[in-house]
């Protein structure tokens, strides 16, 4: 996964592209580069490192072109260094490419091109973009001025694969040409001026009129308008769309990184996907409110859910099925979404099929969508992102409404999801009849008070910043829970692995003695999370099991409970609520916990080592 950027109008191009990728560093970050056009000449910078590296290059440096193209990359192909780095160009430097996505027949393309003496300098797959397009701009038959356009549309239909492209060339001051498959991008609309960029947050400083690029779409930008295309090169006429984020909420807003940010926009976030889905009779009476999606019949005679997602999306859905089952009493499966698709799936075009995605671009998750979607499912996608790939394919959209995350590690989508996840349950147990009338206003009455009590958690974060500093060079985290607690432990074992690179695992509490407990030794630090009343006695034998072996023990539970004194040397407490509503909470303290050790570790977590934001690759 990679950020793209692009810029044409009356301005110095660099200094908008530079500021466009910082907002897109997120989606990778062991190289940048940009190709500007300055004088009809192409002129390319592109560096191994953070796009600071560049910055600082530039920075004594000045190209007056107003035309330019930008790429902040995550490695596919080739190692990160300075001739990986994008942009690309042909070789006489006529056309440059940026893209972020995988040209799977590239080393097809790449022979037929050596074969007719094209000499390439990188191990990237895209080079062959770059040269295909230079191939078919000069033997093309038509040299006027869709000559670039024509060239464009031949090279994507030679590609296999998935893509996103930024496209300049020197004899083309006037325009930008871009496309997408499989990969988002978008185009933003200014003032005598355009852009593009790979997501929302790097166009706000400029433009909130936005086109999203459609599957196989290409557009063409000139300073005063936009042209958009299909594939085969028919004309598309579409109004753009406004964007209504707010630009703070694209912004570190005084935290020391985005992931702090975003952990502490978590009683807000919950309560802006909360709330609008609430109609409010009384205090004594607050209904759900699901207008947005019609939940027909069908949904009541349903006999299975199926999940699926990936990372921490998986995991919501894993407390979905909890959650599901709890409420509305109907089978739930969860599904690694990466998995799906190779197992041949049983698909029943009766099951209620729900795709959680944060970003609606991860690409294992858009393909078990699409596998569903051919056997005739119905889709219900939960995602953050208006406008993803996820939500245009979708047959119905729930939107958490989380804003912008920014952070690597999600947070703020997670908990957001699960709220989609409950209301959601709910309704579905309101339609088949299997939460008594008291229980269902009891537990939106419970929902209701969950944002003032995340906030609560949240104005108490020294306690765990302190128990991270002491616990953050543990090379061994275990974390143990039963039923909705255990769906909790997978989630903060990966917030911790993948921030704080600490050997971190989870597991259902009752199955440490079939095996795992063997891992158990002095030095290792088990982190208990019991919200489940009915099963305390239980999750107490584990704890006596893993102390007994030397492990040291910290318990996540109620505020006031006392059940854990005897037999945890550290103890974090949570606001009450039902013990079946307990992940949106429990989450909270672990999310900062890692924060916490990756910080006093030195690591930066908004841009975890090997991670990138979206994973828009299989
Ligand atoms: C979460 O902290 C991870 N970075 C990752 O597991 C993520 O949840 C996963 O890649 C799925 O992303 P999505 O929600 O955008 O589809």
Redesign the pocket.
Known sequence: MCGITGYIGYHEATPRLLSMLQKLEYRGYDSAGIAVLDNDEIVVRKMKGPLSVLESALANEKIPGTLGIGHTRWATHGEPSDINAHPHTDISGFIAVVHNGIIENYIKLKNYLQERGVVFRSETDTEVIAHLLNFYYRNGKNRGQNSLLDAALKTLSKLEGSYSLGIIASDFPDRLICARKDNPLIVGLGENENYIASDVPALLPYTRNIHFLNERELAVLYRDHVDLFTESGEKIIREPSSIEWDIKSAEKSGYAHFMLKEINEQDKALSDTLSPRLIKKSNESITINFDEIKLDDSWAEAKKIVIT???????AGIVGKYIFEHFARIPVEVDI?SEYRYRNPLINPNDIFIV???????A??LAAMRLAKKHGAKILAI???VGST?SREADLILYTWAGPEI?????K??TT?LMCLYLLALRLAELRKTIPDREYKRTVRLLVKIPEQARNILVNQEVIQKLASKQFNKNKVFFIGRLFDYAVSL?SA??LK??SYTHSEAFAAGELKHGAIALVDKGTLVIAIATQEALFEKIISNIREVSSRGAEVMVITWEGERAFDTVAAEIITIPKTDSSLSPLLSIIPLQLFAYYCAVQKGNDPDK?RN?????TVE
Request: charged residues 15%; negative net charge.
């Open positions: 997602g990936c990372g921490t999306a998986y995991h979404a959680m995605s944060q970003s609606g671009e991860t294992d998750t995602t953050n992102a996820l952070a690597v590690a999600s947070t989508a997670f999801q989630e990966l917030k993948e921030i975890p991670l990138a934001k979206s994973v």
